[in-house]
């Protein structure tokens, strides 16, 4: 286990002690007032991403197709079109679809 602050040395299935640092979950509209190792209490942003992020296919800054306050996907709306407007849940070929990145 690990977060932004540390990483758990203990071996697999070793319970962690819990960060006792700052949650540091936060973007523009909500910020969670908990420590690390609780449960958040910020609200999800459902707001598109106002960051931009340079493609490293075409060296351009593109602006992000992510939601607000979370890690920025790695896909470029323009190089990644046919992957990012492959069809699972049924909006993603929209122009103003957002995208989380998995870990």
Do not use: Y
Request: net charge neutral.
């Amino acid at each position: 286990n690990r977060c932004i602050h540390s990483r758990c040395q203990d071996e697999c299935g070793k319970p962690c002690v819990p960060c006792q640092e700052p949650c540091e979950w936060k973007c523009q509209h909500h910020q969670c007032d908990k420590l690390c190792g609780e449960p958040c209490d910020r609200p999800r942003c459902d707001l598109p991403c106002p960051k931009t992020r340079r493609c490293k296919k075409c060296k351009k800054d593109q602006p992000c197709i992510g939601m607000c306050g979370e890690p920025c996907p790695k896909k470029c709306r323009v190089c990644d079109k046919e992957e990012v407007n492959e069809i699972f849940f049924g909006t993603e070929d929209e122009p103003d679809a957002r995208f989380v990145q998995l870990e």
